[in-house]
């Protein structure tokens, strides 16, 4: 990525966080996933069912969205720095158990990397939850060929994991709430030096001494 | 990105794992999902019946009603607004207030009630007029051999043929559970065919018409069975509950 140079700055130095692509498909992917969670509310809860009314159209809505829910994954894989975003949050490193049984966790005494144990668990759930959810629906929307008790089957895991899937998304957003630099770095791109710093010491001393987009020098370099 | 290869090998790729391993059991809750839903309904339909907040049923256990509606916000008409009409092929057109409903011979019914998307609600108690009591009262026509029902919705509709219609388990209901049949259940009356699969049991029940030939109703537009058997259609093979 590169960008017009900045006037001089006087205010504080931001490093780069995440790419255009890979913000897209945050957004694409949560736009998706709110527009199946609203839905599956309406299709699953009683009085929300009544309220709305419009069976059909909600469950074309419902299913649309679900199946287009991998269109953006794949499609940013083309992105090379959405590759490495999810091979970072891929792996998980002995620093990164110790980072989350500790108790003072946020104190930033445990160098943390460009996504924390938790970004990484979420990451790794949310992936597994959305193909789950894919799978089940699938063939629960097969009725052509998928043998009844795999039908109720699937049903059942989808419903399940569903409800799983809520508890994550309602903690994802709390979370993310709570952390204005975070939230804001998914529309800007950039985050505060001084948060990286704070929040991800291991990710901020490799961009340590280049405040540019590009890190130009390795990790460990003077300040 | 120097910095990536040098992440690269550090670490376990537990994302992987996490994927693939619910990838797994997803499909092994595909696979064995319907024995342990039973199970699990077992457990949880009788604390779900009585549990006065209402947490329970959030709960995606099955065991009790889930409630569908095939158009916009529907009407509540008030108990004394309420007017079913008797139409088509019949010698005596008319038109039933709730009263007048009320004040018919009462039959009362204790059945499952199975959705042909597989939840089944058991010992479901019933009480309403016989289809068939409405249907003598109006006298058929020689033509006449199916019943067209009609939803004050304005979309719902349901048939029959004149012999299902005329079974002593057809039901015009006006109660169910104990009370009367609330709006969310399709109140103040609905349709409750008891051998057959939820969708033929059409709610907010506002006409009944005689015509010549089934017309089929709005669930069989989505290819759903006309003769809609529990067991016996619709490709299912649930106990029957007729």
Partial sequence: MTRPAEPAAVVEPELARFARPVRWVHGLVGALVLVCIVTAAVLYNGSLAVLVGHRHLVELVHVRCGFALPVPLLAGLVSRSYRADLRRLNRVTPRDWQWLRSRSRRDGRIPVGKFNAGQKLNGALSAGAIAVLLMSGTVMYSTGWAPLPWRTGATFVHDWSALAVGLLVVGHVRFALGDPVAMRSLRTGTVPRRWAQQEHGAWAAEHSGSPADEPRSGPGSPD | ?242
Wanted: hydrophobic residues 35%; neutral net charge.
């Fill in chain 2, 1 to 242: 990105m120097t910095a990536d290869r040098q992440d690269r090998p550090e670490g376990a790729p537990v994302g992987r794992r996490v994927v693939l391993g619910l990838l797994g059991l997803g499909a092994l809750g595909i696979v064995g999902g319907s024995t342990l839903q039973k199970g699990l309904s077992a457990v949880l339909e009788p604390i779900e019946t009585r549990d006065p907040t209402g947490l329970v049923s959030l709960l995606p256990a099955g065991g009790t009603f889930r409630f569908y509606s095939v158009t916009g916000a529907v009407a509540q008409p008030d108990a004394g607004d309420y007017r079913l009409t008797m139409s088509g092929l019949v010698q005596r057109s008319g038109t039933y207030t709730l009263a007048d409903l009320q004040a018919m011979p009462q039959t009362d019914l204790v059945r499952d009630f199975q959705c042909v998307t597989g939840w089944r609600v058991p010992h479901v108690p019933w009480s309403g007029v016989r289809l068939g009591h409405l249907l003598d009262l109006a006298g058929p026509t020689r033509a006449a051999d199916a019943v067209r029902l009609t939803s004050f919705d304005g979309t719902y509709t349901e048939s029959l043929t004149l012999e299902q219609a005329r079974r002593a388990d057809v039901l015009v209901a006006l109660r169910m559970s104990g009370g009367p049949v609330s709006h969310d259940h399709g109140g103040p009356v609905r349709l409750h065919v008891a051998p057959m699969y939820g969708y033929k049991s059409l709610k907010w029940l506002s006409g009944i018409e005689l015509t010549q030939g089934v017309r089929p109703g709005y669930w069989e537009g989505s290819g759903y069975s006309v003769d809609g058997w529990v067991g016996s259609s619709n490709g299912r093979d649930d106990d029957p509950t007729g």
